[in-house]
């Protein structure tokens, strides 16, 4: 194979994982979603402190964006989960 196969190669099984990731990240979503609205008539009645938007932050291309793409979501749910820990009245 040719480093030109072995190029497309390597960026074919980039998309297959980073199609994975966010496959995986919709599905921690939609299980934090689904928790929170389970438990939401036993949680304090609080208001939330998941964080807004955040400052500005430098551009990134290609990859790095959607790797970043990917670390915002991870660290939405991460809040998410703090948040109903921290209402959960046991």
Do not use: H, W, Y
């Amino acid at each position: 194979m040719n480093d030109q196969g072995c190029a497309e190669a390597r960026e074919t099984q980039v998309d297959q994982e980073k199609t994975n990731m966010g496959n995986n990240l919709e599905r921690l979503r939609t299980k934090v979603s689904a928790l929170q609205g389970r438990l939401d008539s036993i949680l304090r009645q609080e208001p939330s402190k998941l964080s807004g938007e955040g400052c500005d932050k430098v551009s990134l291309v290609g990859l790095a964006s959607e790797i970043r793409g990917f670390s915002e979501i991870v660290q939405t749910e991460t809040e998410k989960i703090d948040d109903i820990l921290d209402r959960l009245e046991l």
